[in-house]
DNA sequence: TTTAATTTTTAGGTTTGTCTAAAAAAATTA
DNA sequence: TAATTTTTTTAGACAAACCTAAAAATTAAA
């Protein structure tokens, strides 16, 4: 297997985070923020991954990763994860002042140091930030962690644990449309415009929340769909 | 002070490790040697090193570091020897492998991480090879009545103290032989037809070292037999 | 639904670090 | 010392990763 560039590690590592907190498909213009770079230079790098195999492109549409690129951005952050594991537990530094050096360190190509380091650690689940640690496989066992169900992107099951605002009226509406404590439900897609969203229910019924409703329900994450 | 890409930090060391190991004054071939590129492309990073201040450069004469250029070598090769020594001491990789991980690894960019990492390993004067690790503040303590192999007389006894170059197939030959450091071997007879000369193991075995093998080994007097 | 605003892409440049081929300088040899 | 060989430099190109400015597509608004 041929080696990225610690550029194009960035890219799908980056892609990685957006699409599975933010949006399905990447748009050029997110990633041209989050990695400091012009639009125009982010679409010659998509281009430029999407030809070799790391994401799927579609002009205009923005971008997802293969899994091949999932895999390997996966790969990154489980480095990145480790080294402020290291930086935290061995050496001292303040889990704020870690990702810096952990943004260099992640680049570092050995599959030997990654494996002796987790196990020098005594294989870590959580970082000191608290994210989970993917395995020598790629597997990340999410933290049973609560969210706004509006953080949540489309095509995630979710877990309906706590309704906040105490509105006899909004808890009326959810109670109409299955939405209790424990029921699943599913997002099926997020408008920007005014932050509402379209999820479906355990009975199959498709339901649009506004922004308002969905900050006030928090779900448990279960699964990417 | 700026921070230099790793070609320009490359390009620092090797002319450290030329010019205190082989010529005073570094040529541009010499350059192009170590670092697998061509004597044209050595030419234009000269230049471009002389222009900051990083080494004296005179047309066809060849090049030297300044004191600013000298110092930034000796950090880089303070970190490497203290990776080298923390992949050893700590992740118990073998002395042989740790070379082409700490290549990549001296480059990473944190003061901070390399004090702690200095502390953590509390200390260590030496590396792995039995080469000294500079301090903080570049100062470098060689060793003393440490002798090239090809120094000693027939009829020595001697300790290997160090092993100076960073070859993988020398070091995994010496390693077959059981040439490690702080073994012993015993010169039995030199060739002054081609410098070479026979030795014999602390196992017992008799091995023929080449010129080349025999200057990159570091011995310590034991005792005439 | 037509216009306006925003997003994205294309086209054309720049810098870094490399290369090959040819020219120039230095070193060696006859 | 003149000729030859070796070393080094110059000149011109190329790929990666970025940029600005302008064009095209998409989305939002009137």
Not at 67 to 96: D, M, P, Y
Not at 131 to 153: C, F, H, M, T
Not at 184 to 207: C, N, Q, T, V, W
Request: glycine letters at 4%.
């Amino acid at each position: 297997m041929k080696t990225l560039s610690q550029t194009e590690e960035n890219y799908l590592k980056e892609i990685f985070h957006l699409s599975t907190a933010v949006e399905d498909r990447v748009s050029t213009n997110s990633l041209a923020a989050r990695l400091n770079s012009k639009a125009s230079s982010i679409t010659d790098m998509l281009q430029k991954l999407a030809d070799k195999g790391f994401v799927e492109y579609v002009k205009y549409k923005g971008c997802f990763l293969t899994e091949l690129g999932e895999s390997i951005a996966i790969q990154i952050i489980r480095k990145h994860r480790l080294w402020e594991t290291f930086l935290v537990n061995k050496l001292n530094f303040g889990w704020e002042e870690v990702h810096a050096v952990a943004e260099q360190l992640e680049h570092i190509d050995s599959l030997k140091l990654i494996d002796s380091l987790d196990h020098f650690l005594n294989y870590p689940k959580f970082d000191p930030h608290g994210d989970p640690i993917p395995d020598k496989n790629g597997n990340i066992v999410y933290r049973e962690s609560i969210l706004q169900l509006i953080e949540v992107a489309p095509n995630s099951l979710v877990e309906v644990v706590a309704v906040s605002e105490d509105s006899l009226a909004l808890l009326k509406f959810l109670e109409q449309h299955g939405l209790r404590l424990e029921s699943e439900l599913e997002i099926l897609e997020k408008y920007p415009f005014d932050e509402s969203m379209r999820i479906r229910s355990a009975k199959g019924e498709e339901i649009n929340l506004s922004k308002k409703v969905a900050e006030n329900i928090r779900v448990k994450f279960l699964a990417k769909i």
